[in-house]
């Protein structure tokens, strides 16, 4: 539907004046507002893309945080969490400025950040343009993995809370016996096919979420040491893991961009006091407050997920590890179907579709289900998953994407006075290579050992 709105769109201007399809006016590409022709079936409000942010992003990164500041220390931590709240925010706005940009140039309502990327190559130096499509499924790519390691962040989190419920009531199995446990469960609920059915399961994991998060203030508060004993500052080398672990926990780029795109008045998405800023304010302040009080409360005992520091033979205590990993499990299928929107509407014509479709998405989902759990059976290190996929994400689709479309989409029009658009995206991809480099390779030689470690025991 979406595409034959584009093509109809595409065609308004020659229906109505047949010589514009002849020529056309440089400056329409800038008079063409892909807002006033977005059609969306049920839009969101303001307040309801503002809740939608905060459901996105706040989940089991917000758990990590005292994590993050144990490798930080306090000053640092609410220092560099400012800081890199900033930045992650201004690529945000820069990516959403580029992907309307495309929209003008290409005078469609709407594109993907894999389509953003493709139109901003054939943009660029022409020795860029033969390089338009396999950018735009490399990105493809990028987005797919990411939700990957997503969901088996999910997953190993799941497993290790509900293995502290189990130790204590029954045996002590292994927590990889409880990955396989919840993706027998999960796969009932992945095969949804329609978003619709998934919403009583958002309201329900919300709920759960909130409420364990609410709960889980008693162990923070209670019981707090010296605020002495805790470091204001930790060696700089230490300050990687922080970075990884903050970016995981601070933005959700693939999240934010669907928001944005299913919003009743999208240009209030972006600006001052616009949609973005007041929730990515309000994620920073509960990932400070969670980090700070953590930290504080579990000093260097603090693990991979606050909820594993908190006591196992309480029945509050079980209580909340119940709700938000329950919360976390019922956001899989929410997740993974960002995956299979991306494989079976980017890359498959709706109006060529075989009979057999059905089964092959339900075979795309399933082995989607089996790889996330594999892997979570091999490496069940909650902490390296989460620096990993924090690196991943924020070093590929927070700096590099933005970046590269809006350096191509400016190389003709020019990068303002003294240069400093392209001086300003330089220093973005040389950030997003160094991070990204530099946090995959040490969450991936950790995931490297548990590796070797789970094949030794087998």
């Given at each position: 539907?979406?595409?034959?709105?584009?093509d109809?769109?595409?065609?308004?201007?020659?229906?109505?004046?047949?010589?514009?399809?002849?020529?056309?006016?440089?400056?329409?590409?800038?008079?063409?507002?892909?807002?006033?022709?977005?059609?969306?079936?049920?839009p969101?409000?303001?307040?309801?893309?503002?809740?939608?942010?905060?459901?996105?992003?706040?989940?089991?990164?917000?758990?990590?945080?005292?994590?993050?500041?144990?490798?930080?220390?306090?000053?640092?931590?609410v220092?560099?969490?400012?800081?890199?709240?900033i930045l992650?925010?201004?690529?945000?706005?820069l990516?959403?400025?580029?992907?309307?940009?495309?929209?003008?140039?290409?005078?469609?309502p709407q594109?993907?950040?894999?389509?953003?990327?493709?139109?901003?190559y054939?943009?660029?130096?022409?020795?860029?343009?033969?390089f338009?499509?396999?950018?735009?499924?490399l990105?493809?790519?990028?987005?797919?993995?990411?939700?990957?390691l997503?969901?088996?962040?999910?997953?190993?989190?799941?497993?290790?809370?509900?293995?502290?419920?189990g130790?204590?009531?029954?045996?002590?199995?292994?927590?990889?016996?409880?990955?396989?446990?919840?993706?027998?469960?999960?796969?009932?609920?992945?095969?949804?096919?329609?978003?619709?059915?998934?919403?009583?399961?958002?309201?329900?994991?919300?709920?759960?979420?909130?409420?364990?998060?609410?709960?889980?203030?008693?162990y923070?508060f209670?019981?707090?040491?010296?605020?002495?004993d805790?470091?204001?500052a930790?060696?700089?080398?230490?300050?990687?893991?922080?970075?990884a672990?903050?970016?995981?926990?601070?933005?959700?780029?693939?999240?934010?961009?669907?928001?944005?795109?299913?919003?009743?008045?999208?240009?209030?998405?972006?600006?001052l006091?616009?949609?973005?800023?007041?929730?990515?304010?309000?994620?920073?302040?509960?990932?400070?407050f969670?980090?700070?009080?953590g930290?504080?409360?579990?000093?260097?005992?603090?693990?991979?997920?606050?909820?594993?520091?908190?006591?196992?033979?309480?029945?509050?205590?079980?209580?909340?590890?119940?709700?938000?990993?329950?919360?976390?499990?019922?956001?899989?299928?929410?997740?993974?179907?960002?995956?299979?929107?991306?494989?079976?509407?980017?890359y498959?014509?709706?109006?060529?579709?075989?009979?057999?479709?059905?089964?092959?998405?339900?075979?795309?989902?399933?082995?989607?289900?089996?790889?996330?759990?594999?892997?979570?059976?091999?490496?069940?290190?909650?902490?390296?998953?989460?620096?990993?996929?924090?690196?991943?994400?924020?070093?590929?689709?927070?700096?590099?994407?933005?970046?590269?479309?809006?350096v191509?989409?400016?190389?003709?029009?020019?990068?303002?006075?003294?240069?400093?658009?392209l001086?300003?995206?330089?220093?973005?991809?040389?950030?997003?290579l160094?991070?990204?480099?530099?946090?995959?390779?040490?969450?991936?030689?950790?995931?490297?050992?548990?590796?070797?470690?789970?094949?030794?025991?087998?």
């Amino acid at each position: 539907m979406e595409r034959k709105q584009q093509d109809q769109d595409r065609g308004d201007p020659g229906t109505k004046d047949e010589p514009m399809t002849v020529v056309q006016s440089m400056t329409s590409f800038y008079i063409y507002n892909p807002y006033e022709k977005r059609c969306v079936e049920v839009p969101l409000t303001n307040c309801e893309a503002f809740i939608s942010l905060l459901k996105c992003v706040i989940g089991t990164g917000i758990l990590a945080m005292p994590l993050a500041f144990r490798c930080s220390g306090f000053v640092v931590g609410v220092v560099m969490s400012i800081l890199l709240m900033i930045l992650l925010t201004y690529s945000i706005h820069l990516l959403i400025d580029g992907m309307t940009e495309c929209c003008r140039r290409r005078q469609v309502p709407q594109v993907s950040m894999p389509e953003a990327v493709r139109i901003a190559y054939e943009e660029g130096p022409e020795w860029v343009n033969c390089f338009g499509r396999i950018a735009g499924f490399l990105t493809t790519c990028v987005l797919v993995f990411g939700q990957f390691l997503l969901c088996t962040v999910y997953l190993v989190f799941v497993a290790k809370n509900f293995k502290e419920i189990g130790d204590h009531y029954w045996e002590r199995f292994n927590e990889r016996y409880y990955v396989l446990g919840a993706c027998l469960v999960l796969l009932p609920l992945f095969m949804i096919r329609r978003l619709k059915y998934l919403v009583p399961l958002n309201l329900v994991s919300n709920f759960l979420l909130y409420f364990g998060f609410a709960l889980i203030m008693y162990y923070l508060f209670a019981g707090l040491p010296d605020i002495k004993d805790r470091e204001l500052a930790t060696p700089p080398s230490e300050w990687i893991e922080f970075f990884a672990i903050a970016a995981f926990s601070l933005t959700a780029v693939g999240s934010m961009l669907v928001v944005e795109a299913h919003m009743a008045k999208p240009q209030s998405y972006l600006g001052l006091f616009g949609v973005l800023n007041l929730a990515v304010l309000f994620i920073l302040i509960s990932n400070m407050f969670f980090g700070i009080m953590g930290y504080w409360r579990f000093g260097e005992n603090v693990q991979a997920s606050v909820t594993l520091n908190i006591p196992k033979n309480e029945i509050l205590s079980q209580f909340i590890k119940v709700f938000i990993a329950s919360g976390i499990f019922l956001s899989y299928p929410l997740n993974g179907f960002v995956v299979i929107t991306v494989i079976f509407s980017d890359y498959t014509n709706v109006s060529e579709r075989r009979n057999h479709q059905t089964l092959i998405e339900y075979i795309v989902r399933l082995t989607f289900l089996i790889l996330t759990g594999a892997v979570a059976v091999g490496v069940p290190n909650l902490a390296a998953l989460t620096e990993l996929e924090g690196a991943f994400s924020l070093s590929n689709l927070n700096l590099l994407c933005p970046a590269l479309i809006d350096v191509f989409l400016n190389y003709r029009k020019g990068y303002g006075r003294l240069k400093w658009k392209l001086i300003r995206d330089i220093l973005l991809i040389l950030i997003g290579l160094i991070f990204g480099t530099v946090g995959c390779t040490v969450a991936m030689i950790q995931l490297i050992h548990d590796l070797r470690m789970t094949l030794s025991n087998v």
